[in-house]
């Protein structure tokens, strides 16, 4: 009787035993004819694969790299068909949590080889390091505040250890293998059944070379939001110029880039922001500029960047070139930058009472393990800097012809928010702040609408505009 139902009313049990969250894992062993219809549902959800040969061992429930191959291979490649996403897991015998360690004398560096996968089948890939159980690094002992500037550990910058992020021996990862079959990657937390959430655990300029080996991709999604400490300036130098040049090596095909980076703040408001550039120049600025050209969404989130990095501008907030043009570009996202330049200048002051203040401090370290102190409100807006922001962003929106949403939100505490949006509704510009931003005739002149145009709203301080001309005429002729 089971052999004989029809196949329409196999997949309708199925999905409906599937959608209430049953395994379905029994039926697939009924009969031959129920095996391909259950196993299709199963193999269209998120499938862990673990790097290790002992699943047993490993921090998650799922399947073996090893036996993944099998299921996949020979008279199992339809199963192919059905796989959309793989979560896989490098499993180590360590996890090692970032910050609870401090290093004693023979400390050296020590990485794992991440190792490579491949199918036949176009699928989303999500990357990630796990280890079986938390252990410590040779010559380093426990230290649950490694993270901390105290006056019991003032020395953290050379002592404590560094986030243990995984990379390829020498950063040579001429190994890997072409894998036409990633259509999205992913370098995101993991989130395990229990609740638990990990860091995925690799290195930047391991990610891109991974996604350099992945010539067909479309979608990439980059999370480094992990606890850096603001005095091991080097690390954070270091990661955002991997960044910069693993951007400069994806291939083409990237039409969706999805990254979070870490705020990257100093210990204390009252100090100077952090220079956390490697070089003069922006470089990361410059590579993101260029990848954008060929993407159609670019979400950065907590990322510090020279404001006009999409149209440079001259010092007195001029386009340097009308050339540039975005073709494909559909949606931007800047969301949570931080209030200072990656050059370290603050785009936000205090009072000048607060400012007198700061100059007077002579004991920064005082200044930082004093828990009440140095915690300084900054509410005045460098607003030239902000006009050049809107000004290069008015700009750069003129020439993207498929532009549907632009957003822009400042992680501070005047909470400045702008958001451009073009639907059947119209072509809309807004922008809101807990302080009084206007923008001047520059930014009118980008944005195409006239100065006297703006009229404050609520809440806050807001202008909301209604652009009938967009693109300005010059563009459109």
Known sequence: MAGTLPLELLSQIAGYLNHGGESLVPYTVVCRRWQPV???????????????????????????????????????????????????????????????????????????????WGSGH?????LGLVGREQGEEPCTSSYPDAWEYTWEFRNGRTKATKPYRACFPNHDASMLPQVACIHKLSFMRIYEPSGVERDHQVWAQAIFQIVQ???????????????????QLEYIQA????????LSIVPRSLQVFGFINQK??????????????????????????????????????????????????????????????????????????????????????????AEADIAAIDDWEEEICHSERGHVARRIMEVEQFHRLFISLGYAARHMPRLTSLQFNLNATVQLNFKFAAGVDGVSA????????????????????????????????TYTLQLNNWPPDEVQS
Not at 122 to 126: A, N, T, V
Not at 223 to 230: A, G, I, N, Q, V
Request: charged share 25%; with cysteine; hydrophobic share 35%.
């Open 38 to 116: 259950f196993e299709q549902f199963i193999y269209s959800k998120n499938l862990v694969v673990h790097s290790t040969g002992d699943v047993d061992e490993s921090p998650q429930p799922g399947i073996s790299l090893t036996r993944f191959t099998a299921l996949t291979s020979g008279v199992g490649m339809a199963r192919r068909a059905w796989i959309r996403h793989v979560q896989y897991n490098i499993v180590v015998p360590y996890e090692l949590p970032d910050w609870t360690t401090r290093k004693h004398k023979g400390y050296q560096l020590k990485n794992p080889l991440l190792n490579s």
């Open 122 to 126: 176009r699928l989303s890939l999500q």
């Open 213 to 231: 080996h992945c010539p067909t991709i479309v979608e990439l999604h980059v999370d480094l939001d992990y606890l850096t400490r603001p005095d």
């Open 239 to 246: 990661r955002r110029q991997a960044v910069s040049d693993g």
């Open 264 to 353: 990257e703040g100093p210990w204390k408001t009252s100090m100077p922001a952090l220079n956390v550039l490697s070089s003069e120049v922006d470089r990361l600025a410059v590579t993101l500029r260029d990848l954008s050209f060929s993407l159609r969404v670019l979400k950065l989130n907590k990322l510090s960047l020279s404001l006009d990095f999409l149209c440079p501008l001259d010092d007195d907030g001029q386009p340097k070139t009308t050339s540039l043009c975005w073709p494909h570009l559909e949606v931007i996202e800047l969301s949570s930058i931080p209030p200072w330049l990656p050059s370290g200048k603050w785009l936000l002051r205090p009072k000048p009472e």
């Open 430 to 461: 807004t922008w809101s702040a807990k302080v009084d931003y206007r923008p001047d005739q520059r930014v009118a002149a980008a944005w195409g609408f006239r100065e006297d145009d703006l009229q404050p709203g609520f809440p806050w301080r």
